[in-house]
T-cell receptor
Framework: GDSVTQTEGPVTLSEGTSLTVNCSYE??????LFWYVQYPGEGPQLLFK?????EKGSSRGFEATYNKEATSFHLQKASVQESDSAVYYC????????????FGSGTQLTVMP | ETAVFQTPNYHVTQVGNEVSFNCKQT?????MYWYKQDSKKLLKIMFS???????VNETVPRRFSPQSSDKAHLNLRIKSVEPEDSAVYLC????????????FGAGTRLSVL
């Protein structure tokens, strides 16, 4: 079945440093790929999604490229801030119309001032 | 802006009791979901409800049952809670079942003593 594997947390960084959260996926279909972010005390919210291979998504300084050949969708940010502290989820959804969103295990990020 | 509302925020109960959680969305979406988030932040789909059609994750114990009066409301009842039911229960909605961007509520945290 479909699956998503991402960097195990927790990850702790200092403000101003760069972030990479690895995400790899397995599916036989042509998925849409997502990054969701969950701030403390809130539900997950969409950071961005990319429906097509070889395209890039971005939001709030975060970006990820849908790499079909490598089956990867790594999240990057050049300079993190304390307010980026959250749990980040990589997810996929098949384009065949399946209702189910497959989430990775989540990566807890803490940014120290 | 919050558009998926969950009550209560927290609930503490004892083993064997029955609990109910409420969820309402004001987005006009057709599909609603219940997810369970465990202490390690893993997200697991429990139910999806679309136009009165219930899709059940087969791994969900029978003591869990969703209840929907209309497409804007999806409640969750747990008969005879057990310690492993302690978790955050997240309600979500999407425009339709095949539209895979989810909007989550803030969650209900259940503690079973």
């Amino acid at each position: 079945g479909d699956s998503v594997t991402q960097t195990e947390g927790p990850v702790t960084l200092s403000e101003g440093t760069s972030l990479t959260v690895n995400c790899s996926y397995e599916t036989k279909q042509y998925p849409t790929l997502f990054w969701y972010v969950q701030y403390p005390g809130e539900g997950p919210q969409l950071l961005f999604k990319v429906p097509k291979a070889n395209e890039k998504g971005s939001s709030r300084g975060f970006e990820a490229t849908y790499n079909k050949e490598a089956t990867s969708f790594h999240l990057q940010k050049a300079s993190v801030q304390e307010s980026d502290s959250a749990v980040y989820y990589c997810a996929l959804s098949e384009s065949s119309g399946s209702w189910q969103l497959i989430f990775g295990s989540g990566t807890q990020l803490t940014v120290m001032p | 802006e919050t558009a998926v509302f969950q009550t209560p925020n927290y609930h503490v109960t004892q083993v064997g009791n029955e609990v109910s959680f409420n969820c309402k969305q004001t987005l006009g979406h057709d599909t609603m979901y219940w997810y369970k988030q465990d202490s390690k932040k893993l997200l697991k789909i429990m139910f999806s409800y679309n136009n009165k059609q219930l899709i059940v994750n087969e791994t969900v114990p029978r003591r869990f049952s969703p209840q929907s009066s209309d497409k804007a409301h999806l409640n969750l009842r747990i008969k005879s809670v057990e310690p492993e039911d302690s978790a955050v229960y997240l309600c979500a909605s999407s425009y339709r079942a095949s539209q895979n961007t989810l909007y989550f509520g803030a969650g209900t945290r259940l503690s079973v003593l």
